[in-house]
C-alpha cells in the first residue's frame, strides 16, 4: 500500500502562481542554491525560484525543496501517474482541507468593466447540494483487498467568499456535506444557509471535494476553482444553479440561492 498526496489542484495553483507572478518563463542564471552535507553526498535543500526546482518524477517522489523567492517549500508529488511541485501552504490550522488556497478569477476579465449591482442590506447564501457522482478509480487505492476503487466515502464543504468589486468582506467555510460511506454516486438536497454583511456585489462560491476513509482523508478531488456570481443584486431570490465544471475526479453540482433576510 502506498500513501496518496494531494496533488492535481494544487498543480494547477503552482502553475497559476508562477503565471500570474512571473514577467516571463525563462529560468534565472543566477540561481541562488544551497546543499546539505550529508554523510555520503550533497543533498540539494533550496533553490531561488520554482524555475529551478527541476525534474519531479519517481525518482525523487517527496523530495522537499524550499524556494527563497516565495518564502515556501515545495514537495514532488503523484496524484494519478502525473508528478509535479505541490507547494506546502501555510496555515495555523492544523487541517490540511483548511489549508489549501482555492481562488480562481478566470471569469473577472469577462465583467471588468461592467458596473456591478449591490446587495445593500444583510443577506442570506443558501446553497442546496443536489450531485455528487464519482468519475475516477482513484478514491480508495488503500483498499485495494475490495478489487476495486471505485467507492470512496466523500465529504463535500464549500468555500464562500463575498466581495464589493475586489474588496474583500466576509470569507466563511460551510459545515461538511456527508454524503455517505462507500458512495459512487449520490442525489437528493443538502442545506447549508448563511447570513452576509450588505455592500457586496459579488459572491465566489468554492467546492471543496475530499476522501473522508481515515487512511486516506483530506486527499481533495475538486478543482480547486471558484464559481463567481456577479451583479449579486440583481438575483435576489433567484435560484443559480453551479457545477464544478473543472473537476476530474467527480461531476458535483449546487443551487445558490440569495435572499434578503
Known sequence: MKAKFISGFASILVLSFIAACGN???SSTNAETSYEESSSSAERTSVKTVYELGECSSKNKNE??????????YTC???NGNYTWVSAVKSSSSSVIDQ??????????????????????EFTV???????KQVSDNWEEYNSH?????DGDPGVKFQIKTYADDKLVDSVQTDVFKIGEDVGKWTGHQYFTKV???????IYICPIVFERNV?????IHSSGNSYIIHDAGNKIDTPIMQNDSEAEDCDLEWTVTISYK
Do not use: P, R, W
Not at 64 to 73: F, H, K, P, R
Not at 146 to 150: A, C, I, P, T, V
Not at 196 to 202: P, T
Open 215 to 219: 487512511i486516506e482523508a483530506n486527499v
Open 100 to 121: 489549501i488556497v482555492y481562488y480562481s478569477s478566470s471569469m473577472e476579465t469577462e465583467y471588468k468593466d461592467e458596473k456591478e449591482s449591490f446587495l445593500y442590506k
Open 126 to 132: 443558501e446553497i442546496d447540494l443536489t450531485l455528487f
Open 64 to 73: 522537499t525543496l524550499y524556494v527563497s523567492e516565495d518564502g515556501e517549500d
Open 77 to 79: 508529488s503523484n496524484k
Open 146 to 150: 475490495k478489487g476495486n476503487y471505485s
Open 24 to 26: 516571463d518563463s525563462s
Open 196 to 202: 452576509f454583511s450588505g455592500g457586496v456585489n459579488k
